[in-house]
């Protein structure tokens, strides 16, 4: 009897899509990947030349903090794998915010009234979290509090996704 063929469809080509294709074609899946961009691969980590200059596409760039994942890419890309040193930052009311959020940074920049309200409605969120966590709203709330997810998170996200975040 023949063994059936292993066939694998894979929907864009980003950073999850290659590797999942690589991996499975590895395991010896029939792999097909499916991109709409009839140019390049790599979804939103992607760096397009145009007039001898460099622009990320989207908002993101490739990060991880595995190792693992980290030497996987560089080893299929040693040519193409750019790294820069970036700094990402927020700016509200008047002032950069470390982003990634850095306690003391968004305490300082906030004021001391606003940072209050933060730090107790982070300890407010550690004594009643929202269970279950059923939205974006409800994990973000429960791990930063709900002040700060008003102050930072939710209008980012919504204009980013175009979906509310509950």
């Known amino acids: 009897m023949a063994t059936p063929s292993r066939r694998l469809v894979v929907i864009g080509a980003g950073p999850a899509g290659l590797t999942a294709a690589f991996e499975a074609q590895r395991s010896g899946f029939d792999v097909i990947v499916l991109e709409k961009d009839p140019v390049y691969v790599g979804g939103i980590s992607r760096t397009v ?26 080893e299929r890309l ?19 915010f470390d982003y990634p959020l850095k306690p003391w940074n968004a305490l300082h920049n906030l004021g001391l009234l606003t940072s209050t309200a933060c730090v107790l409605s982070y300890v407010w969120a550690q004594l009643l979290p929202r269970k279950p966590e059923r939205s974006f709203e409800d994990w973000v709330s429960n791990r930063f509090g709900r002040r700060l997810f008003n102050i930072f998170f939710k209008t980012y996200t919504e204009k ?7």
């Open 78 to 96: 040693p040519d193409d794998f750019i790294q820069v040193r970036r700094m990402s930052r927020i700016y509200y009311h008047g002032k950069f």
């Open 49 to 74: 030349r145009h007039q001898g200059n460099r622009f990320d596409i989207g908002g993101h760039r490739f990060f991880s903090k595995s190792g693992e994942i980290m030497r996987w890419w560089k």
């Open 160 to 166: 980013v996704w175009g979906l509310p975040c509950s």
